[in-house]
């Protein structure tokens, strides 16, 4: 079988990013990658969205920029706007045909569809699959999105409402996410922050046609896509080698306050290719000490008051737009990372740091 120098399991975002960043940086010219994938064809199946906090590879795959966001819960509602670090939101398909559409132009690339179809004892693996199937009982962030076209000007397309906790909690964290790509087409989420064993909360399609109907105000429109998936919000138990080195949410990429991952595996996939001659012996990247801690606190008070979250949220984005977007981005500093916790309830942070 062949053998390759380098093997990437995963052909997503993290696997595809990467490579894309080994091959722009022309480290592919006298070594070979195997990526292993088991799709059978590309096409747009995700809308990954983040605070442009510094440039990335893709702004020709963004489908539109805003620099007003919005929060409201059933009482209040707050915008804020930023010119320096824009909401994007970027579509799946295109970010697939233009990193396909270049690597395919190295011979040194190949696609497989399992690990087993080649040679790679010598190989150093970058993996971005989880090998078990991880545990439902944890907290997770799962979702459905659809993106709708209605006949008439409905939509603001100026701002995104980022959060809108003006639903049916049942006893969870459940918000709805609207973002306007024009005046009459917008991604409208369900999101919740809850464990996966409770089926009663993924009548998806329910939830989402109420809001809009009732919420949205919109009685008629067309579905031009959907989208369904679930992120965990804990790291699970991996392991980097020096054979074998994790990416992506694998590889911790995703930070768990937020499920924000598409922007980390842009920073994680230059310091691999900055350090890729001395990969071995390379420091394990990660998103700071600091808001492992913090997330950790956070997740904890979530999942012992979910009734106090949406007003949790909403203070959170009392604070300027800048502290909230870079906190949320993990490029805080400890003044904007006190500003932060300062709008948090004390007693009940306080009684999740000590127990």
């Known amino acids: 079988m062949k053998e390759f120098d380098y093997v990437i399991i995963g052909g997503g975002c993290a696997g595809l990013s990467l490579a894309y960043e080994l091959e722009i940086n022309e480290k592919l010219k006298d070594k ?17 969205s ?25 009482e209040a509602s707050h915008e804020l706007t930023n010119k320096k670090f824009p ?15 270049k690597l395919s132009k190295n011979s040194n690339i190949s696609f497989f569809k399992d690990l087993s179809e080649i040679n790679s004892e010598n190989s150093i693996i ?13 907290l997770w ?3 459905q999105g659809i993106e709708i076209e209605t006949s008439n000007n409905i939509f603001d397309e100026k701002i995104v409402n980022l959060m809108d906790f003006n639903c049916d909690q049942r006893n969870e964290v459940h918000f709805f996410y609207t973002l306007p790509f024009s005046k009459n087409k917008a991604l409208v989420e369900t999101t919740w922050l809850s464990n996966l064993k409770d089926q009663s909360l993924k009548d998806y399609d329910l939830q989402l046609e109420n809001y809009i109907k009732k919420n949205l105000g919109i009685k008629n429109y067309n579905i031009n896509f959907t989208e369904k998936g679930a992120i965990p919000l804990f790291y699970p138990l991996f392991k ?8 992506g949410s694998a590889g911790g990429m995703t930070r768990l306050s937020t499920g924000y991952t598409f922007l980390n595996i842009q920073e994680h996939s230059k310091y691999i ?24 606190v956070f997740l904890r008070v979530l999942k012992r008051y979910p009734d106090k979250m949406p007003k949790i949220f909403f203070d959170m984005f009392k604070t300027s737009s800048t502290t909230i ?7 805080s500093n400890t003044i904007e990372d006190i500003n932060i916790i300062s709008k948090m309830p004390k007693f009940i942070f306080l009684k999740a740091l000590v127990n």
Do not use: M
């Open 126 to 138: 970058f993996n971005s699959i989880y090998e078990k199937e991880l545990d439902k009982s944890e």
């Open 273 to 296: 290719v900055k350090n890729i001659e001395n990969i071995e012996k390379l420091k394990i990247f990660n998103l700071g000490k600091k808001y492992r801690f913090l997330d950790k």
């Open 325 to 331: 977007i870079k906190f949320l981005s993990n490029k």
């Open 87 to 101: 909401y994007q939101s970027i579509d799946s398909g295109k970010f697939y045909k233009k990193v396909n559409s």
């Open 50 to 74: 983040f605070w442009k906090v510094f440039n990335h590879n893709f702004d020709d795959c963004v489908i539109k920029s805003w620099n007003n966001f919005t929060i409201n819960t059933s």
């Open 240 to 247: 980097n080698s020096n054979k074998v080195i994790n990416i």
């Open 32 to 48: 070979k990658l195997a990526i292993i994938e088991k799709r059978i064809e590309y096409k747009r199946d995700k809308t990954w």
């Open 141 to 143: 962030q799962h979702f």
